[in-house]
């Protein structure tokens, strides 16, 4: 049985040592720039190469975070940053930049790439084209359930995440803190909207919509292991100590339970910071928590509250019981309660507690147990009425004491085993050691400056010897065998054994290091300069309704995208898209066009998983033998239109992607981002911008209410469903094809229609209008765009008649 890998967040370098320890295979780690957690201490280049030093000696892995989305202007330093770290020796970099991914392949082809988790590669087609770009490993999203992994085909190491928060949205696909906060999460400065307060619109009631309980799939571990998982990846750089400690361990105990054929329950992993657990889309149960912030490990309910004491119904399998300085916290729906436990609790039963005969249980793991807390010490008293209500331990004292033996005295990594050979060559001890890694041996000889010499009182004995040379001052290895050629005959100083040894341990420690390292050149990076400069402007028009298509016109594309045939937003059964519907839209559409000027383009969703992949196909057969052809645009690497759920944020990345004809760029970049990205387009003809429209802010494959809160909604009275915020902003919420994402849209418009005469002097030429979800009306917008393109005339009345609220976003 093969154990996946077990990889550890670090956040900062006092960390290390505790990840270590407590059992990670290897560790994930950020620079001062370019990771996807700004916010976390992170690392120096120095503390880097310290890390690497630490960990390579301990038979643990490193990979470096360079997983943001790289602009026009920091290539050249990303560049060297990476060449730094490849002579370093860090065993792979996470990378989210398509184009950055081109640039390693090009200048350090021998840096070992994985694809982040940002690059949202939820199905085969996106994998194959990653695999023949050369990138060894994928971080799947975590929207992937467990057979749709099963599924993938493909020679490249697969790692998911296992444990920690979860994104409401796909990762690499949310822009509500850049659009909302001007905090780009694709940028590793996420501000979090997920976890506020939302109003829905088809309910009364404030709650935490968007934010979900954490994901743990501890108790999964065995069915990872069955889908041949590589890695297993731990998320948490931001988190404390206490919770790398417990998470890793309890995780690596777990692992090695599962090697010998028996199952870890552990209670701590509750105990450390966690909004709750799910196991997510992996098993289709993900679920929103019931505040932002850590709960704990649920105990039972309130089931009496009388003066200073509290009484709680334990659950059944509730084996961990509160000791005096530990902390409770009890929730309710809206509100919640916490204080410290100010003396040891007593266990009873429900029946004693009922005939008030307060009697101590000596089998605290029996059934219908009651918990009694008293002298409950509180700043100030709970609003609400507590019994029924839910009761956590959410802070306990223990772990403190566990996670500094951890850090101090806990060794869960494999230690390298060591040989030793000790020999006399020329009356000078000599000293060999043969070091064992995972991936190779390494040898060393020493030999001592001091001769042996004929003993005047005692000679100095084999088993002397062998005692000096077994010491092995804190280094993570583990003798094997000590050879002794020597016959305990002659005499030496102790401490110039001490010292050979030394000696030893320290050039293997050196050979290890330089094992990893890598010499290097400067890399001159020279950007591309436009070959092709078309000056002939187009304007593109996104709808998904048949009734724009024939009031369109003066454009020269339409991406088309096929609306969901039903409101199924708060549908609970997965129901697949419908085949002929689909056809018939397609066909009705070409038809509509068949006299028009512009092309018209079929959009797929961003997000397609494999099934509706496979569904979407059999509708392109169709099509196909209709002697229906429409060109397609999507992020799957297999079409002719690229939209701006790429991430496309540098030339390097408009130049590879070579398949499609145009890719729209990123609505995160500003105003020098887009003249620095068009100065280094090889053809400008392939770039374009979306100017006017709504942003899809999320993509989500989570519902918005649970099934119980839905079942007193008819969604045939529903036309649109917005999220609300708490200042009375709207979002309106849509539901894509495959019947399964949701998609939030934002509340004001991109509106650049006054930077069109200085888009134009940089060389765009292509530019576009979202109009999906909007009246027919909207297609006036065409006309407003057209006259600032062909004629420099800026209408903002007209805008503002049918735009009410717009926004330059990040420009």
């Not at 560049?79 to 350090?108: M, P, S």
């Not at 689909?582 to 099934?611: Q, R, T």
Request: hydrophobic letters at 35%.
């Amino acid at each position: 049985m093969k154990l996946p890998e077990l990889l550890a967040p670090i956040g900062s370098m006092d960390h290390l040592k505790v990840a270590v320890n407590a059992g990670a295979s290897s560790i994930y780690l950020s620079g001062k720039d370019y990771g996807a957690r700004k916010y976390a201490e992170n690392f120096t280049i120095d503390e880097i190469e310290d890390a690497v030093k630490f960990a390579h000696l301990h038979n643990v892995k490193v990979y470096v975070t360079v997983n943001t989305l790289i602009k026009e202007d920091e290539i050249e330093n990303v560049l060297n940053y990476l060449n730094q770290l490849y002579g370093i020796g860090v065993d792979a970099v996470l990378i989210q930049d398509l184009g950055l991914v081109d640039l390693i392949n090009k200048y350090i082809p021998d840096l070992e790439i994985h694809g982040s988790t940002q690059m949202n590669i939820e199905n085969q087609l996106k994998i194959d084209y990653l695999e023949n770009k050369g990138i060894k490993r994928i971080v799947l999203p975590r929207e992937m359930n467990k057979n749709e992994i099963r599924n993938l085909k493909t020679d490249m190491e697969l790692e998911i995440f296992a444990h920690g928060a979860l994104c409401y949205s796909y990762s690499g696909q949310c822009l509500f803190s850049s659009m909302k906060g001007g905090r780009s999460g694709n940028r590793g400065s996420c501000a979090q909207p997920c976890r506020q307060k939302y109003t829905i619109s088809d309910t009364d009631d404030a709650d935490y919509y968007l934010s979900l309980k954490d994901l743990s799939l501890f108790d999964y571990l065995d069915e990872i292991i069955e889908l041949g998982i590589d890695c297993i990846k731990i998320e948490g750089r931001m988190r404390n100590k206490e919770y790398l400690a417990i998470v890793i361990s309890e995780y690596r105990k777990a692992l090695n339970k599962i090697k010998s054929r028996k199952k870890l329950e552990s209670e701590n992993i509750d105990l450390v910071f966690n909004r709750g657990f799910t196991p997510g889309q992996f098993k289709r149960r993900s679920s929103r928590s019931m505040h932002s912030g850590h709960v704990g490990l649920e105990l039972g309910t309130v089931y009496n509250v009388n003066n200073d004491k509290i009484a709680i119904m334990l659950k059944d399998n509730i084996k961990t019981i509160p000791e005096k300085g530990d902390g409770l916290l009890i929730l309710d729906k809206t509100n919640k309660y916490g204080f410290e436990i100010s003396q040891n609790p007593i266990v009873t039963t429900l029946n004693h507690f009922k005939k008030n005969r307060i009697k101590a249980l000596k089998d605290i793991n029996r059934k219908d147990r009651i918990l009694i807390i008293k002298q409950v010490r509180h700043n100030k008293k709970a609003n609400f009425n507590l019994e029924g209500s839910v009761v956590y331990l959410n802070k306990r004292n223990k772990l403190s004491k566990k996670t500094k033996e951890i850090e101090n005295d806990y060794a869960s990594y494999i230690k390298s085993p060591l040989n030793l050979t000790f020999s006399v060559k020329n009356n000078y001890p000599v000293l060999k050691g043969t070091l064992k890694l995972k991936n190779r041996k390494i040898a060393e000889t020493v030999t001592g400056k001091t001769p042996f010499e004929t003993p005047l009182k005692k000679a100095v004995d084999i088993e002397t010897v062998k005692k000096q040379l077994s010491k092995l001052d804190n280094y993570p290895f583990k003798i094997q065998n000590i050879n002794i050629n020597y016959n305990g005959d002659k005499f030496i100083p102790i401490s110039e054994l001490n010292k050979l040894r030394r000696e030893l341990l320290s050039k293997l420690e050196n050979n290890i290091d330089n094992h990893y390292k890598n010499e290097i050149e400067p890399i001159d990076y020279n950007p591309g300069k436009p070959i092709i400069i078309e000056k002939e402007c187009s304007l593109s028009y996104y709808a998904n309704d048949l009734e724009h298509l024939d009031k369109i016109k003066n454009v020269s594309r339409v991406y088309l995208e096929i609306p969901p045939e039903k409101n199924l937003i708060y549908n609970f059964e997965k129901k697949q898209p419908n085949i002929n519907y689909m056809v018939k839209f397609i066909e009705d559409a070409m038809n509509v066009a068949k006299d028009k000027d512009y092309e018209l383009i079929w959009k797929w969703p961003d997000i397609a998983h494999d099934s509706l992949i496979k569904t979407l196909n059999k509708v392109k057969g169709i099509l196909n033998k209709k002697n229906i052809r429409i060109p397609i645009m999507s992020p799957n690497f297999n079409c002719e239109y690229g939209p701006y759920s790429l991430n496309v944020t540098n030339s390097e990345t408009v130049n590879g992607l070579d398949h499609y004809k145009i890719v729209t760029l990123s609505p995160e970049l500003d105003k020098k981002d887009y003249k620095d990205i068009i100065s280094h387009v090889k053809d400008n003809r392939k770039a374009e911008i979306l100017v006017q429209g709504n942003l899809e802010l999320m993509k989500t494959r989570n519902k918005l209410l649970k099934k119980s809160e839905s079942k007193t909604i008819n969604p045939n009275n529903i036309k649109n469903t917005y999220l609300i915020d708490k200042k009375g902003n709207k979002y309106l919420i849509k539901e894509n094809l495959s019947n399964e994402e949701l998609i939030i849209f934002n509340n004001e418009e991109i509106s650049l229609l006054e930077e069109i005469p200085y888009l134009k002097s940089v060389n765009y030429i292509n530019f576009a209008i979202d109009g999906r979800w909007k009246d027919s009306e909207y297609t006036k917008m065409i006309d407003i765009y057209n006259s600032a393109i062909n004629e420099d005339k800026i209408n903002k009345k007209s805008l503002q008649e049918l735009s009410a609220k717009n926004t330059k976003g990040n420009y």
